[in-house]
């Protein structure tokens, strides 16, 4: 079946320090979305990707899917305490999102 | 008031017991969907409805059920819980069409034992 595998999972990084997860996908995807997940919270959608090679941004995040549309990532560009949480990728097949494993962030003050 | 809203948000029961999670929505969201999040694995698609009378299974629908008794209703059951059930749930809901971003209720954590 279709699987969604997410790395790290766990990142620990120093307020200011950039952070990258990755997202890949055992099969070619329709589409990926990213969710954020605050402490005791729940996803809460961020963006959506579509095309091929495509990248978007917003503020200090930068997304970007693959050129074979099975990979993804999202860079923080100078994290902030406010970016703590798990961060998850979805990817879509027919009808249906499978989420990736997430990668769980902490930010030091 | 929240867009979806799930019932119970926290529930402890023994093994054994028959258990229904209720998620109701007033976004007028033609799909909806019931997640399971456990540490370490992320979200997983238990079922999914993409109207009253449509209902799939999804990647661990082994030992559970659903039912879609409205457009802004779904429920999950377990008719049996095992403490392996024991996870935080999640509803989530999206419009028609390609590419519908999902909307989550606040969960509902489940501890059986």
């Known amino acids: 079946g279709q699987q969604v595998m997410q790395i790290p999972q766990y990142q620990h990084v120093q307020e200011g320090e950039d952070f990258t997860t990755y997202c890949n996908s055992s099969?070619?995807?329709?589409?990926i979305q990213w969710y954020k997940q605050r402490p005791g919270g729940h996803p809460v959608f961020l963006i959506q990707?579509?095309?091929?090679?495509e990248v978007k941004k917003q503020k200090r995040l930068t997304f970007q899917f693959g050129e074979a549309k099975k990979n993804s990532s999202l860079h923080i560009t100078a994290t902030q305490t406010t970016d703590v949480g798990t961060y998850f990728c979805?990817?879509?097949?027919?009808?249906?999102?499978?989420f990736g494993t997430g990668t769980r962030l902490k930010v030091l003050a | 008031d929240a867009d979806v809203t799930q019932t119970p948000r926290n529930r402890i029961t023994k093994t054994g017991k028959r258990i229904m999670l209720e998620c109701s929505q007033t976004?007028?969201?033609?799909?909806m969907y019931w997640y399971r999040q456990d540490p370490g694995l992320g979200l997983r698609l238990i079922y999914y409805?993409?109207?009253?009378?449509?209902?799939n299974k999804g990647e661990i629908s082994d030992g559970y059920s659903v039912s879609r008794q409205a457009q802004a209703k779904f429920s999950l059951s377990l008719e049996s819980a095992i403490p392996n059930q024991t996870a935080l749930y999640f509803c989530?809901?999206?419009?028609?069409?390609?590419?519908?971003?999902?909307?989550f209720g606040e969960g509902s954590r489940l501890t059986v034992l």
């Open positions: 989530a809901t999206s419009v028609r069409g390609a590419g519908g971003e999902l909307f």
């Open positions: 099969t070619t995807l329709s589409n």
């Open positions: 990707l579509v095309k091929s090679g």
């Open positions: 979805a990817g879509r097949w027919t009808y249906k999102y499978i």
């Open positions: 976004k007028g969201h033609d799909r």
């Open positions: 409805s993409f109207d009253v009378k449509d209902i």
